[in-house]
């Protein structure tokens, strides 16, 4: 059965899902990742997400839904989804997609984290831009070390200042109080401490995962 993979930003989903996807053998399936290859592509679809991105814009439910669904409808090993759904028409509109492809939901799982341990986690955090383009976290699987070896380049994200960490924050709780509630009701929703090794918070996840 496929999940989603929930936390604040920070709470480690990107390198619990790369692990998942090792131990488990899921798909990894991120938003941000599917807008952004969908902009490479070149494509019709493409241009028009790019165009409102630039201006600033969010990318329509609608229009999301129909990016993922054409992703989605290839696989065939069950699904983390990283990053969607972020409301509850988003959720709606997903148990109404994944229905149409005979594919059903197993579990939403937060990867739960202080407020204040996410502002230190953001605050400090660094990433590797490879020479191939690829961005990587520097933490446990991915080291400074690993990116010089690579040829890559260090930086800090613009959105990692305090006042965006404040905001984006407000935002992840505005937004996911609701979806929450939803998952909670659906029986579907569970919580593992992210405050912890990443090595215990994938030993939790895989325990409610089974």
């Known amino acids: ?6 936390g604040a930003p920070g709470a480690g989903k990107g390198t619990q899902a790369a692990r998942l996807k090792t131990a488990l053998g899921y798909k990894h399936i991120s938003t941000g990742d599917v807008l952004r290859s969908e902009i490479a592509s070149g494509s019709e ?3 028009k997400v790019g165009a409102i991105i630039q201006k600033g814009d969010l990318v329509s439910d609608e229009l999301m839904l129909s990016i993922l669904k054409e992703v989605v409808s290839g696989v065939q090993e069950p699904i983390i ?19 149409s492809l005979g ?6 799982v937060e990867i739960s984290l202080p407020d204040e341990v ?17 961005v990587k976290q520097i933490g446990p699987d991915f080291s400074l070390e690993d990116c ?17 960490i404040a905001h984006r924050l407000q935002v992840y709780h505005q937004q996911t109080e609701p979806v929450t509630a939803f998952y909670k009701q659906a029986g579907k929703f569970v ?13 939790d996840l895989l325990n409610v995962l089974k």
């Open 1 to 6: 059965m496929d999940i989603i993979l929930m």
């Open 45 to 47: 679809l493409g241009k």
């Open 81 to 99: 989804f990283d990053g969607f759904p972020r409301t509850v028409p988003q959720a709606e509109m997903l148990n109404t997609m994944l229905a």
């Open 103 to 108: 594919r059903e939901l197993g579990k939403a």
């Open 118 to 134: 996410v502002v230190v986690r953001l605050s400090s955090r660094k990433q590797c831009k490879l020479p191939s383009g690829e």
């Open 148 to 164: 010089a070896a690579q040829g890559g380049e260090v930086f800090t994200r613009k959105d990692d200042s305090a006042e965006s």
């Open 191 to 203: 919580a593992v401490n992210g405050d912890q090794h990443p090595d215990q918070v994938l030993n």
